[in-house]
């Protein structure tokens, strides 16, 4: 990309966030006129829309810190005129963090305004103003305002979402205000993130050579996002899996994430695999309409499987992370002593209780490709008996000879059986979930047409509406500032996101907000009650009555499902023959 055009990115960013702190504005850089013709009207923002934004708010901005690397810009006497003082303050937007030296020159030249003019706004923007921007305004709010790192980081995701978004970024702020663990994975990045995407130049827009991000090589570059890195994943929670580790070097886990993608025909990035939606009294007419087939809703961890050669077993999860799994082999059917490649499966770690103990299993109830073959565009059932005849027999076959020792594998490998939609009043009744050494917590409904990879309005997951429920932590941290009592906010997280939900200030008379720094799941249901509170120090009453006006004043909402009756009728009356 040119560096006489618009930063990569920059026309669909966001211009700025609300106040940080009531004191910081963090923002985008602004581009000057002689961008016009190559910036739609819509998408401009220049020192002038800046200037009018500060009036319509009644407010004074005394100082504008420019981060970053170039002059190009805008003039910066557009800002002058104004009134307010520009400093320009150099930070590479590419490989690497502010430095302390960068840091504190920040925090000494705000500390040193403030001191003089503790009433005006201090603008601070980057090229698209989250990673060089939060990182500074975090350092300052912890070094100045006594802030810890969690506060700081969480206020400036609120306050410019999604917030810092460059994991290194993140892991140095804790490094350096932290105890060097504890940093939150980077958030997801948005949309914006990805337009007119050019590995060959930093932020700015200035060129870095040929480094760019975990994108494999071989493919035409804008056509998927670049791959994030999750480093840390966990492959079973609370049980350990010999023989399974993390891949994490480039360019084999990129190589990885491609290649399964361009098996399911998955033209974005992220996770490939097929993505049920939950059943409602809208879509239970699909079964009215279409043949399906059904199995049990198991409550474990979502993997796909490539074998791609002996030793070349790897599984994927919803996060895109990936894992090696050593021995572990898939003989070719029609020559046994030839290992299975170029094959793609898809289905479910869960663990089974044997005697008490914990047994990891693998079920796999879908196949995209075999040995090259597109099987994935064939009819489910034949997808079905492909698992059967060229997966799982030739294993058994080899485990009766010897030649396959189960006990030295990392979990066994089984098919996951589906059925016509008839037998679901079977899997309904307690009968069948007490011959399961899993948990059962619903059905799938399987439509029997080709594999559709992505989110899936025709796969169904059907759960009893006692059973729907949200899991929700609140963070609980205390927030200071220089002469000031310490206050204790609590930050409300939903599910994997990483940027809070809601947060709320903490009567210091309650006895549960003596206890910072602690982490609590508490559980909803949509029968509009709220039925728990996981920690040894909750004392759930303040917590859950606070979190329900939260909850239930519309920040979220659900699609009622239909009961066990209803899904009864349909299955039985009037569904597809």
Same mark, same amino acid.
């Given at each position: 990309?040119?560096?006489?055009?618009?930063?990569?990115?920059?026309?669909?960013?966001?211009?700025?966030?609300?106040?940080?702190?009531?004191?910081?504005?963090?923002?985008?850089?602004? #581009?000057?006129?002689?961008?016009?013709?190559?910036?739609?009207?819509?998408?401009?923002?220049?020192?002038?829309?800046?200037?009018?934004?500060?009036?319509?708010?009644?407010?004074?901005?005394?100082?504008?810190?420019?981060?970053?690397?170039?002059?190009?810009?805008?003039?910066?006497?557009?800002?002058?005129?104004?009134?307010?003082?520009?400093?320009?303050?150099?930070?590479?937007?590419?490989?690497?963090?502010?430095?302390?030296?960068?840091?504190?020159?920040?925090?000494?030249?705000?500390?040193?305004?403030?001191?003089?003019?503790?009433?005006?706004?201090?603008?601070?923007?980057?090229?698209?103003?989250?990673?060089?921007?939060?990182?500074?305004?975090?350092?300052?709010?912890?070094?100045?305002?006594?802030?810890?790192?969690?506060?700081?980081?969480?206020?400036?995701?609120?306050?410019?979402? *999604?917030?810092?978004?460059?994991?290194?970024?993140?892991?140095?702020?804790?490094?350096?205000?932290?105890?060097?663990?504890?940093?939150?994975?980077? *958030?997801?990045?948005?949309? $914006?993130?990805?337009?007119?995407?050019?590995?060959?130049?930093?932020?700015?827009?200035?060129?870095?050579?040929?480094?760019?991000?975990?994108?494999?090589?071989?493919?035409?570059?804008?056509?998927?996002?670049?791959?994030?890195?999750?480093?840390?994943? &966990?492959?079973?929670?609370?049980?350990?899996?010999?023989?399974?580790?993390?891949?994490?070097?480039? *360019?084999?886990?990129?190589?990885?994430?491609?290649?399964?993608?361009?098996?399911?025909? $998955?033209?974005?990035?992220?996770?490939?695999?097929?993505?049920?939606?939950?059943?409602?009294?809208?879509?239970?007419?699909?079964?009215?309409?279409?043949?399906?087939?059904?199995? $049990?809703?198991?409550?474990?961890?979502?993997?796909?499987? #490539?074998?791609?050669?002996?030793?070349?077993?790897?599984?994927?999860?919803?996060?895109?992370? &990936?894992?090696?799994?050593?021995?572990?082999?898939?003989?070719?059917?029609?020559?046994?002593?030839?290992?299975?490649?170029?094959?793609?499966?898809?289905?479910?770690?869960?663990?089974?209780? &044997?005697?008490?103990?914990?047994?990891?299993?693998?079920?796999?109830?879908?196949?995209?490709?075999?040995?090259?073959?597109? &099987?994935?565009?064939?009819?489910?059932?034949?997808?079905?008996?492909?698992?059967?005849?060229?997966?799982?027999?030739?294993?058994?076959?080899?485990?009766?000879?010897?030649?396959?020792?189960?006990?030295?594998?990392?979990?066994?490998?089984?098919?996951?059986?589906?059925?016509?939609?008839?037998?679901?009043?079977?899997?309904?009744?307690?009968?069948?979930?007490?011959?399961?050494?899993?948990?059962?917590?619903?059905?799938?409904?399987?439509?029997?047409?080709?594999?559709?990879?992505?989110?899936?309005?025709?796969?169904?997951?059907?759960?009893?509406?006692?059973?729907?429920?949200?899991?929700?932590? #609140?963070?609980?941290?205390?927030?200071?500032?220089?002469?000031?009592? *310490?206050?204790?906010?609590?930050?409300?997280?939903?599910?994997?996101?990483?940027?809070?939900?809601?947060?709320?200030?903490?009567?210091?008379?309650?006895? $549960?907000? !003596?206890?910072?720094?602690?982490?609590?799941?508490?559980?909803?249901?949509?029968?509009? #009650? !709220?039925?728990?509170?996981?920690?040894?120090?909750?004392?759930?009453?303040?917590?859950?009555?606070?979190?329900?006006?939260?909850?239930?004043?519309?920040?979220?909402?659900?699609?009622?499902?239909?009961?066990?009756?209803?899904?009864?009728?349909?299955?039985?009356?009037?569904?597809?023959?």
């Amino acid at each position: 990309m040119s560096n006489n055009g618009p930063p990569p990115r920059w026309r669909n960013c966001p211009r700025r966030g609300q106040l940080v702190a009531e004191k910081f504005l963090p923002m985008k850089t602004m #581009l000057g006129p002689r961008y016009d013709d190559q910036v739609a009207e819509e998408n401009r923002f220049n020192p002038s829309m800046l200037s009018n934004y500060l009036k319509s708010l009644k407010v004074k901005m005394g100082l504008l810190v420019d981060l970053t690397n170039t002059t190009r810009f805008y003039d910066r006497s557009e800002i002058e005129k104004e009134g307010i003082k520009y400093m320009k303050l150099q930070c590479k937007g590419h490989g690497e963090c502010p430095s302390e030296e960068t840091t504190e020159m920040f925090i000494r030249l705000c500390e040193h305004f403030n001191e003089k003019n503790p009433t005006d706004l201090i603008g601070v923007h980057c090229t698209h103003g989250f990673n060089r921007t939060g990182f500074l305004i975090c350092a300052y709010l912890v070094e100045k305002m006594d802030w810890s790192i969690e506060a700081a980081v969480a206020a400036f995701a609120q306050a410019r979402a *999604p917030g810092i978004y460059k994991g290194d970024y993140l892991k140095e702020l804790f490094r350096r205000y932290g105890d060097g663990e504890g940093a939150p994975p980077a *958030p997801e990045l948005p949309e $914006w993130c990805f337009d007119d995407d050019d590995g060959d130049v930093d932020d700015d827009g200035n060129a870095v050579g040929q480094e760019s991000g975990p994108s494999s090589s071989g493919s035409a570059p804008g056509k998927r996002k670049k791959e994030k890195i999750k480093l840390g994943a &966990v492959f079973l929670e609370g049980v350990n899996v010999k023989g399974v580790t993390q891949v994490t070097i480039q *360019p084999k886990l990129g190589e990885i994430q491609r290649m399964c993608q361009e098996m399911a025909e $998955w033209d974005k990035s992220g996770f490939p695999g097929a993505q049920p939606v939950s059943m409602d009294r809208q879509n239970l007419r699909f079964l009215e309409q279409n043949p399906y087939k059904v199995s $049990w809703k198991a409550d474990g961890t979502r993997y796909m499987m #490539l074998i791609n050669g002996k030793n070349e077993v790897y599984m994927i999860d919803r996060d895109n992370a &990936v894992f090696h799994i050593s021995n572990l082999e898939f003989p070719f059917r029609k020559e046994p002593r030839v290992h299975l490649s170029n094959t793609l499966l898809d289905g479910e770690m869960i663990i089974d209780k &044997v005697n008490g103990h914990p047994v990891p299993r693998y079920l796999i109830y879908d196949i995209i490709k075999f040995n090259g073959q597109p &099987v994935g565009q064939c009819d489910f059932n034949i997808r079905l008996l492909c698992i059967e005849k060229e997966i799982i027999s030739p294993r058994n076959e080899k485990m009766k000879t010897g030649q396959i020792d189960k006990t030295k594998e990392p979990y066994s490998v089984r098919q996951k059986p589906f059925y016509d939609i008839h037998a679901s009043r079977k899997l309904l009744e307690g009968s069948f979930t007490s011959q399961v050494s899993h948990e059962v917590d619903g059905l799938i409904f399987q439509p029997c047409g080709r594999y559709k990879p992505g989110r899936c309005d025709d796969i169904l997951k059907w759960k009893p509406p006692n059973l729907n429920s949200v899991d929700f932590r #609140l963070k609980i941290t205390k927030v200071g500032g220089e002469g000031l009592l *310490p206050q204790t906010f609590g930050f409300l997280y939903v599910g994997n996101y990483d940027r809070p939900f809601a947060q709320m200030k903490i009567p210091m008379y309650q006895p $549960w907000a !003596l206890s910072p720094n602690t982490a609590d799941s508490v559980y909803c249901s949509v029968s509009n #009650l !709220l039925t728990g509170c996981r920690s040894k120090s909750c004392s759930p009453g303040v917590i859950l009555c606070q979190i329900a006006c939260c909850y239930f004043c519309g920040k979220m909402c659900f699609t009622v499902s239909p009961n066990v009756n209803m899904l009864k009728m349909v299955i039985t009356c009037h569904r597809w023959t």
